[in-house]
């Protein structure tokens, strides 16, 4: 990894009043340490529970903190940078609105570089540096250590904070007998961006690899989100002296432990003498924009679905004895990874031979999650000549609403600028969408006000909702996708996916196969 320089930076919080015009930020970044320009994104965190870092409290709980971005184009050293107040904030909008009260304030500096593209524009985007496109963690980002500050009407105070911090790089996990790490250039997409990307794997081998030379393997591919490790795999038994957490998410105390215990469970089945031998991978293919590519060719990212399945699948079937056929390889995944998988066997029917997607992203963008891309006119509000209805985004087991799509969109534009959050709608937009005159994605829709554009909802639906694609093309689609497609969701979806599950089982049950 480069040696990245320190980088010092001021911020002056002139805390008169949270309401008054004369707050200001006035940011200044060290000379004497910093020698090239900076470019990135400035976020200024801030946070009244102490639980953690503000970097990492930022999310689409009720439970978020607070944070304010900014871009930072050209920043030359020793050249102060005031701190824009009309910077958008999540989950207040602006600054001027912050409650009086004590916080711990914290600034992080997302940085980005320069990427000259093969269409011939330049943008500038956070590079993956091994963490998965996750900003908070990023290495070679820089931060400050989180104080104390006080904002009241009555302060008079200026606070200076400085960036001394820097992410360290992540440490590539180990081989072991049966996991395997690697890694490939691919000239696809070297092309496209223009500097060498690599593309990676967690390869999961089957019992008796090394000592049948001779043997060779079908392939189970797995999509979703960046793996760090091959996860779910455990050779020896649950830690005896594991303290049981508590997850929230499925109302389990302990589910640590079940997790650990799972996960050796299918150790000792997959060297058991009746269990099928064949090879796992799981995929890695983060990018400028999100911790996965979304497995398919993109007018913003590139020809990810081309790399996958025509260099990188070849390359470890080669290296591990795979059987290097169609008929001997399928796909599967849940949420992203579901959509990648249905995706992936729609647009290269012959290449696999079966895909298995659990509650996969919208595959019909009737129901982007709760949001008709063809005939609402705003994703935020449900249409209504009197009253504005927030729509929901996030939903419990038991039906609560968490946060809306609104909220969901405005923390990713508090994060970012031009799709570069490194989340979940901007990714979505990032895929589907064409590319702008200015090199970036085309927005899907306005990112404060959510009025949808309708000639990009139009591109998206011929090029990206796979019930549209596979019914306008079932005549030949059909016969190649017969038997190979299953899908499964459940009736209550957090972010709603089984709306469009819906609407492509109609297709397939009463349409397709009308029998």
């Known amino acids: 990894m480069k ?3 320190l980088l010092l930076l001021t911020i002056l919080l002139s805390c008169q009043s949270a309401t008054k015009d004369d707050f200001q930020i006035n940011i200044l970044l060290d000379q004497s340490i910093v020698q090239e320009a900076q470019d990135g994104r400035l976020l200024l965190l801030l946070s009244n529970d102490s639980t953690a870092e503000p970097r990492f409290q930022i999310n689409d709980n009720p439970t978020t903190q607070q944070v304010f971005g900014m871009d930072a184009d050209d920043w030359q050293p020793g050249v102060p940078l005031e701190f824009d107040l009309s910077s958008f904030g999540y989950p207040i909008k602006d600054i001027r ?32 540096m091994g963490e998965g496109q996750q900003w908070n963690r990023k290495p070679g980002n820089f931060y400050s250590e989180p104080r104390k500050i006080t904002i009241s009407p009555d302060a008079q105070e200026s606070i200076e904070i400085t960036l001394d911090q820097t992410i360290e790089p992540i440490a590539p996990p180990e081989d072991t007998k049966y996991i395997k790490h690697v890694k490939m250039q691919s000239d696809l997409l070297t092309e496209f961006w223009g500097r060498p990307v690599e593309l990676g794997a967690n390869v999961l081998l089957p019992e008796g690899f090394d000592e049948h030379p001779e043997a060779r393997y079908p392939l189970m591919i797995f999509h979703g989100h960046f793996p760090y490790d091959f996860g779910g795999f455990r050779t020896s038994p649950p830690d005896p002296d594991l303290e049981p957490d508590y997850s929230a998410r499925f109302d389990v105390k302990g589910y640590n432990k079940i997790v650990q215990q799972e996960a050796y469970d299918f ?15 799981e995929i890695q293919h983060a990018n400028p924009y999100y911790d996965d590519s979304y497995a398919v060719n993109s007018a913003n990212l590139g020809p990810y679905g081309d790399a996958i399945t025509y260099e990188l699948i070849p390359f470890i079937e080669e290296q591990f004895r795979g059987i290097g056929e169609g008929w001997s390889r399928f796909l599967y995944g849940g949420s992203t990874g579901g959509w990648e998988a249905l995706a992936a066997q729609v ?64 923390k990713e534009l508090a994060l970012a600028t031009k799709s570069r959050s490194g989340q979940q709608f901007d990714i979505w937009e990032a895929v589907y969408s064409p590319m702008g005159e200015d090199g970036y994605p085309q927005r899907i829709w306005d990112k404060e006000t959510g009025e949808i554009n309708p000639e990009v909802a139009q591109y998206w639906k011929e090029n990206y909702d796979l019930r549209h694609i596979m019914e306008s093309n079932w005549e ?40």
Request: glycine fraction near 6%; aromatic fraction near 16%; charged fraction near 20%.
């Open 267 to 281: 150790y000792q089945q997959w060297i058991s003498e009746d269990f099928p031998r064949f090879i796992i991978i």
């Open 97 to 128: 609105d912050l409650p009086a009260g004590e916080y711990s304030v914290q600034v992080l500096f997302n940085r980005y570089e320069t990427f000259n593209l093969s269409t011939g524009q330049t943008v500038k985007l956070p590079p993956e």
């Open 476 to 515: 030949t689609l059909g016969p190649k996708l017969e038997g190979k497609i299953h899908i499964y969701c459940g009736d209550m979806d957090n972010y709603y996916l089984n709306n469009a599950v819906y609407l492509t089982e109609d297709f397939l049950e009463n349409t397709a196969n009308p029998n």
């Open 3 to 5: 040696h990245l320089p």
């Open 347 to 410: 647009f290269y029917p012959d290449e696999y031979n079966g895909c298995f997607a659990a509650c996969p992203d919208p595959i019909d963008f009737r129901a982007y999650c709760l949001v008709n891309l063809y005939e609402d006119k705003n994703a935020y509000y449900y249409e209504s000549n009197l009253k504005q209805a927030l729509r929901p985004g996030h939903r419990d087991y038991l039906g609560d609403v968490s946060s809306t799509v609104q909220d969901m969109n405005h």
